[in-house]
């Protein structure tokens, strides 16, 4: 298998890899590097030339492809949160629909490597219905991950609906940020926007000013287009995510005691983590019309 991936898609800017049972994807070019697996189609690091870490990986993250890895960019399509049964109607696969939607729990293809403008590389990966898809999602569909490390690191994902009727979508990156700490830590952008605050039974809030993250903390910010600024003080940065197509922004972390409910994360992790994502999601969620396709795109900068 890596064989044929370093011989099929050779380019300098590229290595295939394995750590466990995943196949790794890296990128390296003067602007910094990346680093993905196919399993989930997951981005695990990006690293700017001369810069620290921006995304959070755990330290105990399972490689074994039982369940995704904790941490980096985890795809979550064609839904946000538990399955809504009002998104299909509801069917006999509703049982096997687990949270988040299908496109983290499985193995993508790559579909292509090339360089943009001699100075950015791209990455393609792309999943389509297979089996196990079918038992969760029975609607034929194409789904597009799209990276591209140049100065800027850019992520798209374009879902494209193959089947005869129309559907629901709700989705995010779900992105794990790293950070010197998280605690008190200060967010930008999200001044005048309505959110839904999941710690408070879902009763709905403006936010006024930056946001100072509190833990644990699990709000969704409805209507929001503009771009989040995380002032990562400790690490003396201040890291820009970008959205186009993303109508929602999420911001969660588990806090000490929600920390300690995952298996595969050290229980003092969540204080170095926060997840800011690009979604569409809850008010957000759009109708995905037969033979149509939908492009969110997420850009990050480290300031």
């Known amino acids: 298998m890596l064989e044929e991936l370093n011989q ?20 390296n070019n003067r602007h910094g590097s990346a680093t993905l697996t196919t399993h989930g189609g997951t981005l695990l690091s990006y690293q700017p030339a001369g810069g620290e870490e921006v995304i959070w990986l755990s330290e105990t993250a399972i490689y074994d492809g039982s369940k ?9 399509w064609p839904w946000f949160g538990p399955y809504d049964p009002d998104t299909l109607g509801a069917d006999p696969t509703d049982a096997a629909k687990k949270g988040h939607g299908v496109a983290r729990y ?49 992520l798209e994902l374009v879902g494209e609906n193959r089947s005869e009727r129309d559907w629901v979508v709700s989705e995010a ?26 710690g408070r039974d879902g009763q ?12 644990p ?40 005691e929600g920390a300690k409910g995952f298996a595969d994360m050290p229980d003092d992790q969540y204080d170095h983590m926060v997840c800011v994502e690009a979604a569409n999601a809850l008010d957000n969620a759009y109708t995905l019309k037969a033979g149509e396709s939908h492009s969110m795109k997420m850009t990050i900068a480290v300031n």
């Open 8 to 27: 099929r898609f050779a380019h300098p800017d590229v290595r295939f890899s394995q750590k466990d049972q995943l196949i790794m994807i890296e990128l």
């Open 68 to 76: 995704p890895v904790r941490g980096g960019v985890p795809i979550c």
């Open 106 to 154: 499985e193995l993508w293809e790559v579909a292509g490597v090339r360089s943009v403008d001699n100075e950015a590389t791209e990455l393609v990966l792309q999943l389509e219905p297979n089996d196990s898809i079918r038992q969760a999602w029975p609607l034929p569909f194409m789904l597009k991950l799209i990276v591209t490390l140049g100065e800027k690191l850019t």
């Open 173 to 198: 990156f779900h992105t794990y940020f790293n950070v010197a700490r998280a605690d008190g830590l200060t967010i930008e952008g999200l001044d005048n926007t309505a959110y839904i605050d999941k």
């Open 204 to 215: 709905r809030f403006t936010q006024e000013g930056p946001l100072p993250l509190t833990l």
């Open 217 to 256: 903390m699990e709000c969704i910010f409805v209507d929001h287009n503009n771009d989040v600024v995380i002032d990562d003080e400790g690490h003396g940065r201040r890291i820009v995510m970008e959205k186009i197509n993303s109508a929602s922004t999420v911001v969660w972390n588990p806090g000490p």
